[in-house]
């Protein structure tokens, strides 16, 4: 079998995170300029059916069955074979390479699986088509977040904008305008499980303080679509705006990423707020092309160890 190399996008969610989780919509875009490359090749002269692994962002340079089979990439790859029906693993060496941090709030697990599920089904010749791709990321993700929307491995299998909503058609977005969002760094990693855990228990105990802020997220996020397709970047960067207040009254961002958000804002965004699972990770900032220098210079300024742009085309 000759060697397969695939890969997988990051992910931006533009509106709605967390809320997603307790059934509300949410709007993400993909990151396609970073990204996470599988490589899966034969591996000579080792018994049969051994798989070697090594993801060196992840320190992970072990035979597959060292791994443990509740690790994220274990139980992808056991989803894969059970769906196939393999009798017999394959004997290979799979090498995962990331230009996307973890815990970071750009979907590197999704984007972890779905290089992984797209390199090593097309290995074995049995190509997944995309909704195949998708339950399988769905499921690889359940084992890394216990009970994930569905969002981030929908938006990077099919590298396309959409508007999410557990259980609904997954529908994809089409801006008849440009965005340029500048991204950055708040430095602090946070795993996505810690943060959903922490909101799911202030649900618990005082439901009347924090739910009006997860309704109030979900009519954002409906009231957004249509700014989002029309390209009215005021709407929209009021809404992202908005978002955040309510993303920090659900103890959902830091003292950090406040600071970049107010900085971005200072500089000249529409809107800015975090992105993703938050207490740490990245921030976005909806920008012009005017002003996307000055805001990315100012987030470097103020400390951010990484500071980039993505932009989503018309018609993407
Ligand atoms: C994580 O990227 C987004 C969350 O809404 C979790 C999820 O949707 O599964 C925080």
Do not use: W
């Not at 709605?16 to 875009?29: L, N, T």
């Not at 103020?302 to 980039?308: I, L, Q």
């Amino acid at each position: 079998m000759p060697a397969v190399s695939a890969t997988a996008c990051g992910k931006l969610i533009l509106l709605g995170e967390h809320a997603v989780v307790y059934d509300s919509p949410a709007i993400a875009i993909p990151i396609t300029s970073l990204r996470v490359r599988a490589v899966v090749e034969p591996l000579i002269g080792e018994v049969q059916g051994t798989i070697r692994v090594k993801a060196e962002p992840l320190g992970i340079d072990h035979n597959l069955t060292e791994l443990g089979k509740d690790h994220f990439l274990a139980n992808a790859l056991g989803l894969l074979f059970s769906t196939l029906g393999l009798l017999q693993t394959p004997t290979c060496r799979i090498t995962i390479t990331s230009e996307l941090p973890i815990a970071a709030g750009l979907g590197s697990s999704a984007a972890y699986a779905v290089a992984l599920l797209r390199a090593m089904s097309a290995f074995l010749g049995h190509s997944l088509n995309l909704q195949e791709l998708n339950t399988l990321a769905f499921q690889s993700e359940q084992s890394v977040h216990g009970r994930p929307s569905g969002i981030d491995n929908t938006v990077i299998t099919y590298e396309k904008p959409i508007f999410y909503q557990r259980g609904a058609m997954i529908e994809f977005l089409q801006p008849i305008r440009e965005f340029v969002f500048v991204i950055a760094d708040s430095g602090i990693r946070k795993s996505t499980r810690e943060s959903t855990s922490q909101l799911a228990a202030d649900l618990k105990a005082d439901p009347q303080r924090y739910q009006p802020h997860l309704d109030a997220i979900a009519d954002l996020v409906k009231q957004s679509k249509r700014s989002f397709q029309i390209g009215d970047l005021d709407a929209l960067g009021s809404a992202i705006n908005a978002n955040q207040e309510h993303l920090s009254a659900l103890r959902l961002s830091c003292p950090e990423l406040d600071g970049l958000v107010s900085v971005a804002r200072e500089a000249g965004a529409l809107g800015a707020k975090l992105t993703g699972g938050g207490k740490g990770g990245h921030m976005l900032a909806l920008v012009t092309p005017e002003t996307e220098a000055a805001v990315a210079q100012a987030l470097q300024s103020a400390g951010s160890p990484r500071v980039f742009s993505t932009r989503l085309y018309p018609g993407e």
